[in-house]
């Protein structure tokens, strides 16, 4: 692959795979000393407005990142490890993050942890900042990020090891487990309890959409085409439950037979619902019955327990950590991408011995 500078008089090579984008690559690219790159990072307002933009181009082509650390050995660490997780409320993420950084402190190295909030121009913004520093290693939450994002990580010669997901095209190394094989095997396995009405919470976050998504196309191809949804904006809480399940009980009719099968895409947010049927005096699982997703620590000691499926979110954060190391220590890593799976855990939410019973509400 080929780039042409601003002025379409010289056709330069690519930097290939594993090395830096330099800034005289970028000069090169924008038709420019690599001083006026220089000025235009350090002092942009003393360039010229067009010349600032032919290097801005030359800099969003290339994927190259200001080394604010310049003036270090080029073969010296950072010792330095970023972590970005997109909340840190949620036990599933910490549970992560301990992991992560009790393997990398062993090692000697420092974490730093960064929050992007589910919003993939936040997390591009943490990476600009957090590749200027030059850390050893990045490790990310999910395999949704930003174009500019893909290309600065892929552009910056920094291992990445991307986690809670799996994807057909990682950045690099990856750990995690398929959306879409949650969704498909909660559906299969909801049905085979004998469900037939269901309901879907959800916040917008996009691997739990994708989730949802699968879930129901699963029940669609088992001839169940309508599946009552609510998705709610922002992280996960107790207040979504409640007011969801307040929401669906004004939209199903008590006299339709069977108990209405309500699937979260959090337990925080199944938690909502067991406590917003409990206050109406509800029963679960008889009229309503509820799933979540993450396996929490207070999931197993809701009133009814909660089932759920579990993540182990230790295991994934020391995985991640330790393919992280062995590609700092040089060895080779065998499987760039490992699959750690998941576990349904039927509890008391969803336990019932006649599926068929009718609801009261």
Request: net charge neutral; with cysteine.
């Amino acid at each position: 692959m080929n780039w042409q500078t601003m002025t379409g008089k010289k056709t330069e090579q690519l930097p290939r795979p594993g090395r830096s984008v330099t800034l005289g690559d970028v000069a090169r690219l924008a038709g420019v000393a690599p001083m006026t790159v220089s000025r235009y990072l350090n002092e942009p307002s003393i360039v010229r407005v067009e010349t600032g933009l032919k290097v801005q181009r030359a800099i969003d082509q290339t994927g190259y990142v200001h080394n604010r650390l310049a003036g270090a050995l080029a073969s010296s660490r950072s010792r330095l490890v970023a972590v970005v997780l997109p909340m840190v409320t949620n036990p599933l993420f910490s549970d992560t993050f301990e992991a992560i950084n009790q393997r990398l402190s062993q090692a000697g190295y420092q974490v730093l942890l960064g929050i992007s909030g589910y919003q993939s121009q936040q997390e591009q913004q943490l990476l600009d900042v957090i590749l200027s520093r030059r850390p050893d290693g990045i490790i990310l939450t999910g395999t949704l990020h930003t174009a500019a994002s893909r290309n600065r990580l892929r552009s910056g010669a920094v291992p990445v090891v991307e986690t809670w997901d799996l994807s057909p095209e990682p950045i690099d190394m990856l750990v995690g487990f398929s959306h879409e094989q949650v969704g498909h095997d909660c559906a299969t396995h909801l049905l085979g309890l004998g469900y037939r009405q269901f309901a879907l919470l959800a916040v917008n976050d996009p691997r739990g959409l994708r989730r949802a998504e699968s879930f129901i196309q699963t029940l669609a191809a088992q001839g169940i085409p309508h599946v009552l949804q609510h998705v709610y904006q922002g992280v996960p809480t107790l207040a979504h439950g409640r007011t969801g399940l307040s929401a669906l009980l004004e939209s199903v009719p008590a006299t339709q037979g069977g108990p209405l099968m309500i699937v979260c895409t959090s337990d925080t947010i199944a938690h909502g619902v067991l406590t917003e049927a409990a206050a109406r005096g509800i029963r679960v699982p008889e009229e309503v019955a509820v799933l979540g997703f993450g396996d929490m620590n207070f999931a197993s000691q809701t009133f009814p327990a909660l089932s759920t499926v579990r993540i182990d979110g230790s295991q994934m954060g020391d995985t991640a950590a330790r393919m992280l190391l062995e590609r700092l220590q040089g060895q080779v890593v065998g499987a760039g991408v490992k699959d750690i799976g998941f576990t349904l855990v039927d509890r008391d939410s969803t336990a019932q011995s006649n599926p068929s019973t009718k609801r009261a509400w």
